[in-house]
């Protein structure tokens, strides 16, 4: 059999053309209309199947519209974080090897600083690409299980973004897993707050084409506007991490949802335990999830029967994927012991692009090494205690340490630089830096250099001078230490 399956937009108009696909505001479109739209796109992108293309874009329906029509040329989709400095971004470009970018108009800044710095990009507004002329594409009639369908960057330990690969398998493979834990009901529709260049917002676009179901667009995270569609029935599931819950939270005060909505899946971090024990106490259904870029999206989730039972875990495998803790030697860990979260599965990446080096290291006899520590109870839940170990997850975006040691080390007074995560009521985690001076230099002057080198979530919010960073046996900072410097300065 032919591992490849029908084009999943142009099967879903088909099925079921007349059913809600998209609302955004007050707009909204039924799935044949999403075809028409996408196909407006599609005849003005003049691209070839298997072309890499980048976008830089925003939550609204054109973005929709776009990622749709990439997929219907057979086109790669490159998506950048718009919140990255056109340093960050160029870098992702060239590694890439895009050669075309198309931005939402309101970054035409940035993306002119990108083409001045890049003479091989081209860059192509919206709003131009509205106005193109119209060359019929080549509409694939089917989706190849194996072909590369987006690519998104993640940070490593190194501090280099790597490019994830996402096969059109492993989104329809995400989709599915979701779907035998969660169910699906007539009535489901899901409320997108969360980027669409993130995994988290993508996945939900690719399981309403799979589905058949509604996705309410919010061009950014709203709380009043998230909680009034909760409490109005339209909306079913929602996708959050957690400094987006803790805001929904204190807007709703003592009012409640409305019953029909079913599951808020929080992802993003480790949930904190009086958040969960709020959500009970309110009767808000409140599923935690463990996934990353390389696993399109989560691929442990706890099952509905489970999520009050067994609050602060991340549950079980999605049915086609598998889970496994491991030690140090590389033994199987007892039930309770800690080590390292290793995953198998159809929606887990077949790797990082042009990265040999890195796909050795974290793929090992077929499981992806995800560099999470964790451990399973005695009934096979996942408890998850560190994420990636130094990762500072910061309102749901991922900073990596060495990324901001990196530039810190551009400044000639700085010989040494640790980065780790600090406590933050509103953000989860916040970073802050410590730095070892060859010469005297103020604080501001430190955060001013990184100031335009780093997205503005990444910028260390304090910088502490010190003697020495703390080091292992193997002469590697052990950042966790750098948190008593903090004390000694309170």
């Not at 830089?56 to 998506?79: D, Y």
């Not at 075309?100 to 507004?125: E, G, P, Q, R, T």
């Not at 030690?327 to 040999?356: D, F, M």
Request: net charge negative; aromatic share 8%.
């Amino acid at each position: 059999m032919e591992n490849a399956i029908p084009n999943w937009l142009l099967q879903r108009a088909y099925l079921t053309p007349n059913r809600t696909a998209l609302v955004f505001g007050n707009q909204i479109w039924t799935f044949s209309e999403m075809v028409e739209e996408v196909r407006k796109i599609a005849n003005r992108l003049h691209v070839q199947r298997g072309e890499r293309v980048a976008v830089l874009v925003k939550n609204n329906p054109t973005t929709v519209w776009l990622i749709h029509a990439l997929q219907q040329c057979g086109a790669e989709i490159v998506f950048l974080n718009n919140r990255l400095t056109s340093a960050e971004l160029l870098f992702q470009l060239i590694d890439s090897k895009a050669k075309k970018l198309i931005f939402d108009d309101s970054m035409n800044v940035i993306a002119s600083d990108i083409a001045k710095n890049n003479k091989d990009i081209y860059i192509l507004s919206l709003q131009r690409l509205a106005s193109r002329p119209v060359k019929c594409f080549e509409e694939k009639l089917e989706f190849h299980l194996n072909d590369i369908c987006s690519i998104m960057y993640t940070s490593g330990t190194t501090g280099k973004p790597k490019g994830v690969l996402q096969t059109y398998g492993n989104h329809w493979w995400s989709a599915i897993g979701s779907s035998l834990n969660l169910g699906l009901r007539e009535d489901d529709a899901w409320l997108c707050a969360v980027p669409l260049f993130h995994i988290s917002g993508m996945s939900i676009l690719m399981r309403s084409v799979i589905y058949g179901m509604p996705v309410y667009l919010q061009e950014q995270f709203n709380e009043y506007d998230a909680n009034t569609l909760l409490k109005s029935g339209k909306v079913t599931i929602m996708s959050v991490v957690s400094a987006m819950l803790d805001r929904m939270l204190l807007a709703l005060g003592d009012e409640k949802y409305d019953e029909r909505f079913r599951c808020m899946l929080l992802g993003g971090g480790a949930a904190q335990r009086h958040q969960l024990e709020w959500c009970k106490r309110k009767g808000i259904p409140v599923i935690q999830t463990y996934g990353m870029t390389e696993t399109a999206s989560q691929i442990v989730t706890l099952s509905p029967e489970d999520s009050l039972e067994k609050l602060g875990s991340a549950g079980k495998p999605l049915f086609p994927a598998q889970l496994q803790i491991v030690t140090e030697n590389g033994k199987q860990a007892e039930h309770g012991e800690v080590g390292e979260i290793i995953v198998k599965g159809p929606n887990v990446t077949s790797g990082y692009l042009q990265r040999e080096d890195a796909n050795k290291e974290a793929f090992q006899n077929g499981w992806f090494r995800t560099g999470d520590l964790g451990y399973l109870d005695e009934e096979g839940f996942l408890y998850i205690l560190d994420r990636r170990s130094d990762l500072i997850i910061s309102g749901g975006e991922n900073i990596y340490p060495a990324e901001i040691e990196e530039v810190l080390m551009e400044i000639p007074e700085v010989m040494e630089a640790g980065v780790t995560g600090v406590n933050d009521a509103v953000w989860g985690k916040v970073p802050y830096a410590f730095v070892v001076l060859s010469n005297p230099l103020s604080e501001q002057n430190i955060i001013e250099f990184c100031r335009g080198k780093l997205a503005s979530y990444k910028m260390p919010k304090r910088i502490y001078q010190i003697e020495a960073l703390p080091r292992n046996g193997a002469n590697k900072i052990v950042r966790r230490q750098l948190l008593q410097y903090i004390k000694e300065d309170q």
